[in-house]
């Protein structure tokens, strides 16, 4: 166990991520061999809603937890920030229980109340979830979380998958995740209970959601961005297209899958490397190896994702291989701007951020409305295209007011080049062409074989 505990922590969230996703990305031709490309749709649809109802609940919950229990006793301000995170658990629940009916009604494809009560379920517990995993990221725990998450995702897909043979449908699909939720946010709070207790005060909840609701803001930008557009397309085109369309997003979603190690070792550090001896270089150096290696995960999706829609899923659902490449380029954008962003979060509030996301979600939806009723899907993703490309643009021009980075352009500009031949190209050239480009990054000096990650790991 001692040797597995010395495992940097960017390779214990890669196992965690690789498991979880994994499992994820399995259960991808359960559900294609047994809801049709309509049922599919109306699954998107519903996992739409679910990110909306995420955001609201969240309440820029962990990325407070970040701000303000990231000193060095910070067990009393991560005890209040939990509290609040499980009022708010609890008034959710009770609307959702409340509301589920006439928001049924209001759904653009058919709805059953009981699906919607048990997909708020396990939003609502999300609020209760994500700050002890962020306060065990915060602190290097990174077997614990990945532990927890993999076991929650196991339990989860398990269910998911004894539920819908047994013909449960859509419906099983949602209480697998309504239980395992229940399961994992039982086991955090009494966890997060002995670590740092939990207090409520009305007046710090205030201070709390001060930083935090600016942030719900650019989370409903973000959604807006991401998923919004299901809501468009249901009224725009046949169920069946956008079940294909949700298909090609899970596919897309190998990219954050790549990505997401690197972004959970990260994220919670930032600020603390940032504002440390000799902090902008150890952070250039960092932020400069993941936006290298996401390039290269999109690239890696982009040409491998569209064989693997073919592999996983019936012929019926083949129009998802050509939604891959784009979808792919989209979420590249969306995770460079999460690394882009640190000097607008490291403003006194969380305003900054609201704004950049509020501005490309005013794109996004503009393009959608422009493009949709005209191209279907495909007006959709070059929406969501463009509008990720201006927010990385806005994030990236305001956080290097703050905090001047240097991210090596000209050097990461010949590998993202070299990536877009590569896809181009396609086939075995695609792979070869590819290759190269993972080789000349580590020419460059963009991705140092010997940990650059390391002067920054040890600061935080």
Request: glycine share 12%; aromatic share 6%.
């Amino acid at each position: 166990m001692r040797h597995l505990n010395a495992l940097p922590a960017p390779l214990i969230y890669a196992a965690a991520m690789a498991w979880t996703k994994g499992l994820a990305l399995l259960s991808v031709p359960l559900l294609t061999a047994n809801l049709s490309p309509t049922e599919f749709g109306r699954l998107e649809l519903l996992a739409s809603a679910a990110e909306i109802g995420g955001v609201l609940i969240n309440a820029g919950l962990v990325d407070t937890l970040y701000r303000f229990a990231s000193a060095a006793d910070g067990r009393a301000e991560a005890g209040r920030v939990m509290g609040l995170a499980l009022a708010i658990a609890a008034t959710g629940f009770l609307l959702v229980m409340l509301c589920a009916g006439p928001v049924a009604a209001l759904l653009p494809l058919p709805t059953p109340p009981g699906e919607l009560r048990l997909l708020g379920t396990a939003v609502v517990l999300e609020a209760v979830i994500g700050v002890p995993l962020g306060w065990l990221r915060m602190h290097g725990r990174a077997w614990q979380f990945a532990l927890l998450t993999g076991a929650r995702a196991t339990l989860q897909v398990g269910l998911m998958a004894a539920l819908v043979l047994g013909g449960w449908g859509i419906g099983g699909v949602l209480a697998a995740g309504a239980v395992a939720g229940l399961l994992l946010a039982g086991l955090l709070t009494a966890g997060q209970a002995r670590v740092t207790g939990i207090g409520f005060d009305r007046h710090e909840s205030l201070r709390l959601l001060g930083y935090g609701i600016p942030l719900v803001g650019s989370g409903l930008a973000a959604f807006v961005l991401g998923t919004a557009d299901r809501w468009l397309l249901a009224g725009a085109v046949p169920a069946a297209a956008l079940g294909c369309y949700g298909l090609a997003v899970k596919i897309s979603m190998i990219v954050a899958l790549l990505a997401q190690p690197f972004e959970l070792w990260w994220y919670p550090r930032r600020l603390v490397v940032l504002a440390g001896p000799d902090g902008r270089a150890q952070s250039s150096r960092v932020v400069t190896a993941g936006a290298t290696l996401l390039v290269l995960a999109g690239g890696t999706v982009a040409l491998a994702g569209p064989l693997l829609v073919t592999v996983l899923a019936p012929a019926v659902y083949a129009p998802a291989a050509r939604m891959v490449p784009l979808l792919a380029l989209a979420l590249v954008l969306q995770l460079a701007s999460s690394m882009a962003n640190v000097g607008c979060y490291a403003r006194r509030t969380g305003t900054q951020p609201m704004a950049v996301n509020a501005a490309a979600a005013c794109v996004a939806l503009a393009f959608y409305l422009l493009l949709i009723p005209r191209f279907g899907v495909d007006g959709a993703i070059a929406a969501t295209v463009v509008a990720q490309a201006a927010r990385l643009a806005l994030f990236a021009t305001l956080s290097q007011r703050t905090a001047p980075l240097d991210w090596k352009l000209p050097r990461l500009a010949a590998v993202a080049a070299t990536t877009v031949l590569a896809v181009l190209a396609g086939g075995p050239i695609g792979a070869v062409t590819l290759g190269l480009a993972g080789l000349l990054a580590l020419a460059l000096g963009l991705v140092p074989v010997s940990g650059c990650a390391r002067p920054a790991l040890a600061s935080a």
